[in-house]
């Protein structure tokens, strides 16, 4: 069974930071391509950035680059999201998400798992 639960979401301030962390209970770890993804209310689930299993590949949305980096740490079966500078276009539900595949993809149904989401909002 796997299970992913993110945190570190919660109220910033315009230009702040925030780091959000999902952990995983997944086995092959290591060979599981990783995700995050973001929907705000009335909104459709978007794609904010994914890394390879080994971490050597990484994509980022555009809206994102220079801003957030991805990072993951097999040792810890965790993922991260370093968000910096922060925009109140950034407030969502963020949730990660893991594929049974070492490679990344940006389309949510690409992935098998999702985590419950931690809220990020943005104020100005």
């Known amino acids: 069974q796997v299970q992913l639960v993110e945190s570190g979401g919660g109220l910033v301030q315009v230009g702040g930071s925030l780091r959000l962390s999902c952990a995983a209970s997944?086995?092959?770890?290591?060979?599981?391509?990783m995700g995050w993804f973001r929907q705000a209310p009335g909104k459709e689930r978007e794609f904010v950035s994914a890394?390879?299993?080994?971490?050597?590949?990484?994509r980022y949305d555009d809206s994102v680059k220079g801003r957030f980096t991805i990072s993951r740490d097999n040792a810890k079966n965790t993922l991260y999201l370093q968000m910096n500078n922060l925009k109140p276009e950034d407030t969502a539900g963020y949730y990660c998400?893991?594929?049974?595949?070492?490679?990344?993809?940006?389309?949510?149904?690409?992935?098998?798992?999702w985590g419950q989401g931690t809220q990020v909002t943005v104020s100005s």
């Open positions: 998400a893991a594929r049974s595949s070492i490679y990344i993809s940006s389309r949510p149904s690409q992935y098998e798992y």
């Open positions: 890394i390879s299993g080994s971490g050597s590949m990484l």
């Open positions: 997944v086995r092959t770890f290591g060979s599981s391509a």
